[in-house]
């Protein structure tokens, strides 16, 4: 087991997914690293580390690149385009990538929450999904989701992000997750 004061959480500190694994990761004396921008509305107010402009740019990704490997449109917007930037800053900052959401057939994880997974892969990340709708978890494999008993958060720099709408199921896999790995 991982003891609490040698690990960090990063995430973004949205509500749902990323408020849960925050409140978990404040409840064991985990420090939290919410990355965050100028105009951006959190729930968590734990950690905040606010991104400069300069700093979301080197974060940047073409949005149609982005809409390229995840299948689907993505508005333009700037506010979208930041949030995708800091979801970048979440998972090149964690060893290994916690998410809750859904997976897709064509392998790609249901809303903005996606691109975090496909940049994980990219990275060469260890990444794990807890699917909501399947009710288990998930680690990408070199081509693929494949169905796991219960990941542990095995690296002092792990990141937890996923959907808003996260349902008492998801809310389960993260305390459980926390208890299999982080020392009491």
């Given at each position: 087991?991982?003891?609490?004061?040698?690990?960090?959480?990063?995430?973004?500190?949205?509500?749902?997914?990323?408020?849960?694994?925050?409140?978990l990761a404040e409840q064991y004396g985990i420090?939290?690293?919410?990355?965050?921008?100028?105009?951006?509305?959190?729930?968590?107010?734990?950690?905040?580390?606010?991104?400069?402009?300069?700093e979301l740019e080197l974060k940047d990704f073409?949005?149609?690149?982005?809409?390229?490997?995840?299948?689907?449109?993505?508005?333009?917007?700037?506010?979208?385009?930041?949030?995708?930037?800091?979801?970048?800053?979440?998972?090149?900052?964690?060893?290994?990538?916690?998410?809750?959401?859904?997976?897709?057939?064509?392998?790609?994880?249901?809303?903005?929450?996606?691109?975090?997974?496909?940049?994980?892969?990219?990275?060469?990340?260890?990444?794990?999904?807890?699917?909501?709708?399947?009710?288990?978890?998930?680690?990408?494999?070199?081509?693929?989701?494949?169905?796991?008993?219960?990941?542990?958060?095995?690296?002092?720099?792990?990141?937890?992000?996923g959907t808003r709408f996260l349902q008492e199921?998801?809310?389960?896999?993260?305390?459980?997750?926390?208890?299999?790995?982080?020392?009491?």
């Open positions: 087991m991982l003891n609490p004061n040698e690990c960090i959480l990063f995430s973004g500190g949205a509500t749902g997914t990323e408020a849960a694994f925050g409140a420090q939290e690293v919410n990355y965050s921008f100028e105009g951006h509305r959190i729930e968590r107010q734990r950690g905040i580390r606010m991104l400069t402009t300069e073409s949005l149609t690149y982005v809409s390229k490997i995840m299948r689907r449109s993505y508005s333009r917007g700037p506010l979208f385009r930041r949030v995708l930037q800091s979801i970048g800053w979440q998972v090149s900052s964690g060893q290994e990538i916690f998410i809750v959401g859904i997976i897709q057939p064509d392998d790609t994880v249901k809303g903005g929450t996606g691109w975090g997974a496909e940049f994980a892969k990219i990275c060469n990340k260890p990444t794990y999904v807890f699917d909501q709708e399947k009710d288990a978890w998930f680690q990408w494999d070199k081509d693929q989701w494949n169905q796991i008993a219960e990941p542990l958060i095995t690296k002092r720099h792990f990141t937890g992000t199921n998801g809310r389960q896999a993260i305390a459980a997750l926390y208890e299999r790995s982080i020392a009491p």
